[in-house]
């Protein structure tokens, strides 16, 4: 349990202080760019992923291997991705319903989403790093502690929902990191995670950038009988696919 508090209280440390430590060095060489500026906020997010990654695999607190890959786990793959297009609705649903929480974020995600170079950061980095550090370092430390699977599990995805530091993303990571917690408990490898988390992630950038991040199923949807069709249809999609990949998970020999 220490452990997996260290490498939390690292993240969040790197998150919050690489970005003032670049405005410094900019500063150093009389470079004046504002920190709300969107290339500027996708660099800081960009570097500081880059820093957790560095850092998590040369203290060896996470590790990566190729025997997983090596396995040919297609369809986990497959069924990931399926998994992670059906959970959209349905939890964005969910958190509709739930009392209106506080978007204390909502502009700076505004502006490096709506940046072509904010995918880099957002769907294609994050997934990457996020995994190694709650899955790979976070969760495996926390499997350690208890023999209890599942408690280490939510565990994990409360440390994953804390760390977005905004309670309107904290219900649906809370329920994201359960699921991502699951993956890589079965296969011990952060590859199926990391494939859930890319399309979740990639999905929601398209979204925003074609709706805006303010739209409410309702307002795509037309009406409540709509959304409810639209989640039956994805529960039609969620469900086979966690029992498609309850079927298949298994560690690489």
């Known amino acids: 349990m220490k452990k997996a508090i260290i490498y939390t209280l690292v993240f969040v440390a790197?998150?919050?202080?690489?970005?003032?430590?670049?405005?410094?060095i900019l500063g150093l060489f009389k470079v004046s760019v504002s920190p709300t500026d969107a290339k500027m906020?996708?660099?800081?997010?960009?570097?500081?992923?880059?820093?957790?990654?560095?850092?998590?695999?040369?203290l060896r607190w996470a590790e990566v291997s190729p025997s997983y890959i090596r396995s040919r786990p297609w369809d986990v793959f497959f069924w990931c991705g399926l998994a992670a297009l059906g959970a959209i609705i349905p939890s964005t649903t969910l958190q509709e319903v739930m009392p209106e929480l506080p978007?204390?974020?909502?502009?700076?995600?505004?502006?490096?989403?709506?940046?072509?170079?904010?995918?880099?950061?957002?769907?294609?980095?994050a997934p990457l790093c996020e995994e190694l550090v709650f899955r790979g370092a976070i969760l495996r430390a926390l499997l350690r502690?208890?023999?209890?699977?599942?408690?280490?599990?939510?565990?994990?995805a409360l440390l994953f929902a804390l760390i977005h530091a905004n309670p309107a993303q904290m219900p649906h990571a809370f329920l994201i990191g359960l699921l991502l917690?699951?993956?890589?408990?079965?296969?011990?490898?952060?590859?199926?995670?990391?494939?859930?988390?890319?399309?979740?992630?990639?999905?929601?950038?398209?979204?925003?950038?074609?709706?805006?991040?303010?739209i409410?199923?309702?307002?795509?949807?037309?009406?409540?009988?709509?959304?409810?069709?639209?989640?039956?249809?994805?529960?039609?999609?969620?469900?086979?696919?966690?029992?498609?990949?309850h079927l298949r998970l298994r560690k690489a020999s």
């Not at 790197?14 to 410094?24: G, K, N, R, S, V």
């Open 216 to 245: 409410r199923l309702i307002d795509m949807f037309g009406s409540h009988r709509s959304i409810a069709m639209a989640c039956f249809f994805s529960l039609l999609i969620l469900l086979p696919a966690l029992y498609q990949l």
């Open 103 to 125: 978007n204390i974020v909502e502009q700076e995600f505004d502006v490096i989403l709506r940046d072509r170079w904010g995918y880099f950061a957002v769907g294609l980095l």
């Open 181 to 214: 917690g699951w993956l890589y408990y079965r296969t011990d490898s952060i590859v199926p995670g990391m494939v859930y988390h890319w399309v979740n992630n990639s999905v929601a950038y398209v979204l925003y950038n074609l709706y805006g991040g303010d």
């Open 145 to 156: 502690w208890t023999p209890r699977h599942w408690v280490a599990i939510t565990i994990s």
């Open 14 to 24: 790197i998150q919050a202080l690489l970005p003032f430590l670049i405005q410094e």
């Open 41 to 58: 906020m996708i660099i800081n997010l960009t570097a500081a992923s880059v820093a957790v990654i560095i850092l998590f695999l040369y």
